[in-house]
T-cell receptor, first 116, second 112 residues
Framework: AQTVTQSQPEMSVQEAETVTLSCTYD???????LFWYKQPPSRQMILVIR??????QNATENRFSVNFQKAAKSFSLKISDSQLGDTAMYFC?????????????FGKGTKLTVNP | EPEVTQTPSHQVTQMGQEVILRCVPISNHLYFYWYRQILGQKVEFLVSFYNNEISEKSEIFDDQFSVERPDGSNFTLKIRSTKLEDSAMYFC??????????FGPGTRLLVL
């Protein structure tokens, strides 16, 4: 079974600075996707960024980028120019590709606080 | 932009009562999911649903749980006899094919 580990329960950063959230995963699969979801205090789950395992290029979405190290099974999220609205729980998630109803396996999350 | 909706947003029930949580997935999506998140814990997979049948279910999804897609739009999760430990946030998600699941805003269930 796949597991996802987020080793930082809490982090904080000053507004406008850069922060990196760590995620490692364990799998024997070769075809999979990785995701970062954001959960603000409203508890809505919002997709931040997605990475396909077959792609060597790291995904980026505006201020959000990932460092995907497939051999090391590492998938960190970098948030540049942090904003107060980035304050949230961030969950790393793994999805094995199996031709249809793939489920997400989540890590325990990292609580990020952006300070003014 | 299309989105997944869930009702109710909050539900309080007595232990032993039945509850039905409702979801309207994004209209052209084909795969549907329920996840739950106990307060302070990670999000856990409950069940996936495709082509009018369950594709996969977790150990949590025991005989007390059932899912249904009664019409072309709704996707429901029923808990027959709620327990205190069923108190959690329940998320519905949907996707078109491979890749990204889109989540609803969740239903906060409190069992007293």
């Amino acid at each position: 079974a796949q597991t996802v580990t987020q080793s930082q329960p809490e982090m904080s950063v000053q507004e406008a600075e850069t922060v990196t959230l760590s995620c490692t995963y364990d799998t024997s699969e070769s075809n999979y996707y990785l995701f970062w979801y954001k959960q603000p205090p409203s508890r809505q789950m919002i997709l931040v960024i997605r990475q396909e395992a077959y792609k060597q290029q790291n995904a980026t979405e505006n201020r959000f980028s990932v460092n995907f190290q497939k051999a090391a099974k590492s998938f960190s999220l970098k948030i540049s120019d942090s904003q107060l609205g980035d304050t949230a729980m961030y969950f790393c998630a793994f999805m094995k590709l199996q031709g249809g109803s793939e489920k997400l396996v989540f890590g325990k999350g990292t609580k990020l606080t952006v300070n003014p | 932009e299309p989105e997944v909706t869930q009702t109710p947003s909050h539900q309080v029930t007595q232990m032993g009562q039945e509850v039905i949580l409702r979801c309207v997935p994004i209209s052209n999506h084909l795969y549907f999911y329920w996840y739950r998140q106990i307060l302070g814990q990670k999000v856990e997979f409950l069940v996936s649903f495709y082509n009018n049948e369950i594709s996969e279910k977790s150990e949590i999804f025991d005989d007390q749980f059932s899912v249904e897609r009664p019409d072309g739009s709704n996707f429901t999760l029923k808990i027959r006899s709620t327990k205190l430990e069923d108190s959690a946030m329940y998320f519905c998600a949907s996707k078109l094919a491979a890749e990204t699941q889109y989540f609803g805003p969740g239903t906060r269930l409190l069992v007293l």
